[in-house]
């Protein structure tokens, strides 16, 4: 799954920040947007070893927080190029460097480690870093996630730097999440939905990612007409109760609600553009659909 966010400053210059979590070091590069301009990230206030990942476990519906540190000294490693259309982003030698990350002492007796790269480039070739990447890597599964004392439910909190302006350090994007979730077979599982406090994860916003199959249900819901002005029907195949939620495309809840099966909703109320639609039937799945208002 890959946290891949995009922010333009009012004098047009893009800054991108990409962040990989995987269960393994075997990864595929992902689609990402060229970036152009003559501003650039201070990396001094954008540093990678300051983003580790946070375990959270709910009991009796209070957060519990394990969280991690980056220890040891920094390695050099590798990280594929990205190549977006006719473009390459070839991340600085340089900058490419891992740590091991560990989870601190906890009540929870949740002890683990995993790996995390950092990686910088200059994608407009000015001499000054403008992208910045993080990978997370070997998550624990199976045997290893129950001996290191993780439950099934327990979620992982991954987070991107804030990234500031090189000059003037204007804050450019805040810090933005994504999270993972443990199965009843102990294997991580993307997942839109944060502990309680967390801001719900914008899918419109996901380059990739492989949904657990309770989330989302391919092809069982239809939403029609998409683009909409008024009103959207949402037909589903296997339950005729339905919930929905309308989010913006910074994560805002913006309209929610129960419904049927080829019911109409009413959508006057929204302003014109993209929205992230998730509907979940009497079975608890979840599906999500990108919407467009006009």
């Known amino acids: 799954m890959a946290l891949d966010q995009t922010v333009t400053d009012a004098n047009g210059q893009t800054y991108k920040t990409i962040a990989f979590a995987n269960g393994n070091i075997n990864y595929t590069p992902h689609p990402s947007y060229n970036i152009s301009g003559t501003n650039n990230i201070d990396v001094g206030t954008s540093d990678s070893f300051a983003s580790q990942p946070t375990v959270c476990r709910i009991i009796n519906g209070v957060n519990n927080f394990v969280n991690t540190s980056a220890v040891g000294a920094a390695t050099i490693t590798t990280i594929p190029n990205e190549i977006i259309g006719n473009t390459t982003i070839t991340w600085t030698a340089s900058s490419l ?53 993780f439950l099934p439910g327990d979620v992982m909190i991954f987070s991107t730097p804030t990234i500031k302006n090189d000059s003037g350090g204007a804050t450019l994007l805040i810090t933005q999440y994504s999270y993972k979730t443990l199965n ?16 719900q994860f914008n899918i419109i916003d996901w380059v990739t990612g492989n949904l657990s199959t309770s989330e989302i249900e391919k092809s069982t819901t239809k939403v029609y007409p998409n683009p909409a002005k008024d009103f959207v029907t949402i037909k589903n195949e296997k339950t005729e109760k339905l919930s929905f939620q309308i989010f913006d495309i910074s994560g805002k809840l913006i309209l929610s609600g129960k419904s049927k099966s080829n019911e109409k909703i009413d959508i006057q109320t929204l302003e014109k553009g993209n929205y992230f639609l998730q509907i979940q039937n009497e079975n608890g799945e979840k599906e999500n659909i990108k919407l467009i208002k006009n």
């Open 184 to 199: 009843s077979n102990y294997i991580w599982e993307d997942t839109l939905n944060g502990p309680v406090g967390y801001p």
């Open 97 to 149: 460097l891992q740590k091991t990350v560990v989870s601190n002492s906890n009540s929870l007796g949740i002890n683990f480690s995993l790996t995390m790269k950092r990686g910088r480039a200059d994608t407009n070739n000015d001499g000054i870093v403008d992208a910045f990447i993080n990978i997370h890597s070997y998550l624990p599964t199976g045997t290893t996630a129950q001996n290191a004392g």
